[in-house]
């Protein structure tokens, strides 16, 4: 742990406790949706099936590099990364959909969903720090850019998959 690091961060204002407790929710989250899209890739079938898998798999690398980095923040601030993965789904915002149901269309679904949770938890942290916390905050702005990014990759493909369901008709 960075003393003086978490010092500064406490002397703005952050209540450090707060702030690490939040961004073990976002950790939760994060190694969630890794485990989410990875299942999603293995068991996907049908349309968009093709183009979905590699999304899934480049999302799922990317939320295990987010978890890989708040957690670098967390030990930095003091605090201990949730280690237990029971405990993810205790403290985790926006939750695991398990892909039940292998249809392709649904799993995109799914994780369009827990793209858009994650987009409002990044974006509710940002705004609490309102920069008193410049480290913190650009590890968040960066993180909340990629959940952008995801959601965006993903609804390219929804869209696609709409436009192929209306020509078929």
């Known amino acids: 742990m960075g003393k003086l690091a978490v010092n500064i961060v406490d002397k703005a204002g952050v209540r450090v406790p707060l702030l690490v407790e939040e ?33 899934l798999e480049e999302h799922a690398a990317e939320e295990l590099d987010h978890a890989k980095k708040l957690a670098k923040r967390i030990i ?31 799993i995109l679904e799914q994780n369009l969903r827990s793209e858009r949770c ?16 410049p480290v913190t905050h650009k590890l968040l702005v960066k993180i909340l850019e990629e959940e952008i990014e995801h959601e965006q990759d993903l609804e390219d493909i929804y869209e696609d998959v709409k436009s192929l369901n209306c020509k078929k008709k």
């Open 23 to 55: 961004l073990n929710k976002a950790y939760a989250d994060e190694w969630l949706a890794y485990i989410q899209y990875m299942a999603g890739a293995q068991v996907a079938s049908g349309m968009p099936r093709p183009n979905l898998l590699p999304e």
């Open 118 to 133: 994650a987009i409002s938890v990044y974006n509710k942290l940002i705004n609490v720090l309102d920069g008193r916390d």
């Open 76 to 106: 930095e601030l003091g605090g201990t990364p949730i280690i237990e993965p029971k405990m993810w789904y205790k403290y985790s915002t926006c939750g695991f959909a398990a892909p039940k149901d292998h249809d392709a269309k649904i």
